[in-house]
């Protein structure tokens, strides 16, 4: 088994301190941070992606890969910066103003990181204009908006808003999710997108980045 393959194989498992070693080891070979990111363990959180999607592996073991991925990837992020490596997407990411759920939004950040996107978690009740001045600030290719009562749903709307007024909506593509919403809500509210679950949210976002 190559060292990539140890690497997602760790990753899958969620073993933090493995990873971390073979991570390291990778660079004492002298393997580029951004081959040991794309093979090691983006691959690894890939296969979790999949495995999440098809229901083979649940919420508890994401979060664990989640961890583990991200203990590598604090190894390799001073040394992708120095490259000057490019993610394959930003996006800022929240639950609306009045909703304090963050379970959800945080595993849809976990995987869109696994999957190689840098993403800025604003995290619970953030307002629509903490979501503009952030969108404007980082850039941002994709907002993704998170709501979990049907009470602040209606907020994204505002949100969606905000965005138009600022002229800024053919920079950034809006997705959004959360138990109450749909698809339909989305088109309602000019969303570009709406995700189900994580594993859509990452294939969503790579869509729209085409």
Not at 107 to 126: H, Y
């Amino acid at each position: 088994m190559e060292i990539f393959d140890k690497i997602a194989d760790e990753v899958l498992k969620g073993n933090s301190a493995p990873v971390e070693e073979l991570v390291n080891g990778a660079l004492s070979q002298d393997i580029s941070a951004e081959e040991i990111l794309n093979k090691g363990l983006i691959g690894g959180m890939s296969i979790v992606s999949e495995k999440f999607k098809n229901n083979e592996i649940f919420i508890p073991e994401v979060l664990v890969s989640a961890r583990a991925m991200n203990s590598g990837l604090e190894i390799l992020k001073p040394l992708l910066a120095e490259a000057n490596v490019k993610s394959i997407g930003k996006v800022v990411i929240g639950t609306v103003k009045g909703d304090l759920h963050d379970i959800g939004k945080n595993i849809v950040a976990m995987m869109l990181q696994g999957a190689g996107f840098d993403v800025v978690d604003l995290g619970t009740g953030v307002s629509k204009e903490k979501f503009l001045e952030f969108v404007e600030k980082e850039q941002a290719d994709i907002l993704g908006i998170s709501t979990l009562l049907t009470t602040t749903m209606i907020y994204m709307k505002e949100v969606v808003e905000e965005l138009k007024n600022a002229n800024l909506e053919q920079n950034v593509k809006v997705i959004i999710g959360g138990v109450p919403v749909t698809q339909s809500y989305a088109v309602q509210i000019n969303a570009d997108g709406y995700a189900p679950d994580a594993a859509s949210a990452v294939d969503l976002t790579k869509k729209l980045l085409k």
